[in-house]
């Protein structure tokens, strides 16, 4: 079980969800997050500085810490959008190679402890350059190899994640089976040539976002000369993966579920409903003729609604249904916090 925050980490503990291990990786840590580490059996965090090695290793002796690498930058690293996100995440979390390498051969004899390490590569990646080296430079995932390489006690190497949705890219593409077979390699290398050890990754949203619907209905439409805007009763608080990320918009097609009504596909900008000016759920969706009244789908939702909405301008959080097996409906909202 992968927990990123001290909420994630103390609810794991209390469903009874932390055994038989948990990996523990925040980007910080407070008074709270040790407490509820020092609880657990078998942890596993990774510090993101010296500091918070310290840290954890003071306030949760029994459990197991490794620390977290930072990706190197290559160029071009992602494709899209994700550079930008990825260039703002590098200097905030994990230690430079060089750094980690000068800190575990201090005296007080650090490389004999770390359990592991970490790597946060970045988000969206569909270009495996990035991960796996081009024109004879590394990639991030060498980098974390070759530091193991040096320090021993090292007997798990986390790789994140950062691979994109399976709505766009599915298991069986090119793209994931290519990851794979270069992935696969470079393990046995190491073990091969070194030792054994353990490599975990983090699909996490590339495998859940396929799984949900986000389901708004159109209150009104304002003509344009050229985009007509449909404006919602939804906003960017409740579904605001396309206002963060610019381009967003291509990886959540939208369909009106409600009419089978045909003809010419017509442009739409497709708005939420809050006096924000960046209130945009789309930004030029094809669709057959819209009326007041239809309801769209947009699909690829299922690890950006609930999970990233917001009370933001006094919206309230949006409520979510379980379709199960059997074709029922069942209501899984937190009672009170969403519009009826």
Not at 146 to 153: D, V, Y
Not at 270 to 293: P, R
Request: proline residues 7%.
């Amino acid at each position: 079980m992968y927990a990123g925050s001290a909420g994630h980490l103390d609810l794991l503990h209390t469903l009874g969800l932390d055994s038989p291990s948990v990996i523990f990786a925040p980007s910080a840590f407070s008074p709270s997050s040790c407490r509820v580490a020092s609880e657990i059996a078998d942890l596993i965090v990774f510090a993101n500085s010296p500091r918070q090695y310290a840290l954890i290793r003071e306030h949760a002796p029994k459990a197991r810490i490794g620390v977290r690498v930072r990706a190197p930058y290559l160029s071009p690293p992602l494709n899209g959008y994700s550079d930008k996100h990825y260039l703002a995440a590098s200097p905030r979390i994990g230690m430079p190679r060089s750094r980690v390498l000068e800190w575990a051969s201090h005296p007080a004899g650090h490389a004999a402890n770390i359990y592991g390490l970490h790597l946060y590569p970045g988000t969206n990646i569909t270009s495996l350059d990035l991960l796996f080296g081009v024109d004879g430079r590394p990639g991030v995932y060498d980098e974390v190899f070759s530091i193991a390489e040096r320090l021993p006690s090292i007997k798990v190497l986390d790789l994140g994640g950062g691979m994109p949705s399976t709505f766009h890219y599915p298991f069986d593409c090119p793209l994931w089976q290519d990851w794979s077979r270069q992935l696969s390699e470079r393990i046995e290398r190491f073990r091969r040539e070194h030792r054994s050890i353990d490599v975990l990754f983090e699909f996490g949203r590339a495998i859940v976002a396929e799984s949900g619907l986000f389901v708004t209905t159109v209150l009104d439409i304002v003509e344009d000369e050229q985009t007509p805007t449909l404006v919602c009763d939804a906003s960017m608080s409740m579904f605001p993966r396309p206002y963060i990320y610019e381009s967003a918009s291509k990886d959540h097609p939208v369909c009106v579920i409600n009419s089978d009504r045909s003809g010419p596909a017509k442009r739409y900008v497709i708005a939420g409903s809050t006096t924000f000016s960046g209130d945009l759920l789309h930004t030029g969706a094809l669709l057959s003729e819209v009326t007041v009244g239809d309801r769209l789908a947009f699909h690829n939702a299922g690890a950006y609604c609930a999970s990233m909405s917001s009370r933001f301008l006094g919206c309230m959080r949006p409520a979510e249904y379980l379709l199960t097996q059997d074709g029922l409906l069942l209501d899984a909202s937190i009672r009170g916090r969403h519009n009826v």
